[in-house]
């Protein structure tokens, strides 16, 4: 898929589509179904939209982790986000948390399992069955999430 970056084209956000709109605003922001972007960044919007995104992608994933990791009762390292093509998350032998941008495109619901997953990971380093124990006591639904991604996974650009 490729983007043309012109008035009205959507852009996924937390999975839902939000309409592109250029205009005298001091920012980008995001209001209803809508994607404003400042008219006087326009001549680079593709790498304004994809610094944009990187920064709502760590803050908003920093907060699931926090959330999940109180919940699960785990500790982790550092959290940050990286541009990788085909992996949504790692989890380091020394805990650090590392999260593909995109997933800030993706409905709420599967972020918060590709966060659990890696959380998971904190206290079993491998995909045993006591992994997956792990990651569905907190996410039951996991299986759907990871589906919507695999299905979805070429959607997911800027």
């Keep these: 898929m490729i983007k043309k970056y012109i008035e009205g084209e959507e852009f996924l956000f937390l999975g839902e589509q939000r309409k592109l709109m250029f205009g005298n605003y001091k920012s980008i922001h995001i209001l209803n179904n809508f994607l404003f972007f400042p008219q006087f960044l326009k001549f680079r919007v593709q790498k304004e939209l994809k610094v944009w995104y990187l920064q709502q992608s760590l803050q908003h994933i920093k907060k699931r982790v926090e959330y999940y990791a109180y919940r699960m009762n785990v500790n982790y390292g550092s959290v940050s986000v990286v541009d990788t093509k085909s992996r949504w998350g790692a989890c380091t032998h020394d805990n650090r948390l590392q999260f593909n941008w995109r997933l800030i495109m993706v ?52």
């Design 107 to 158: 409905p709420p619901a599967v972020l918060d399992s590709v966060v659990v997953h890696e959380l998971a990971h904190t206290m079993v380093k491998n995909h045993s069955q006591n992994f997956w124990i792990q990651v569905r006591k907190v996410m039951p639904g996991y299986s759907a999430h990871r589906a919507w991604i695999n299905h979805h996974q070429d959607e997911l650009v800027i």
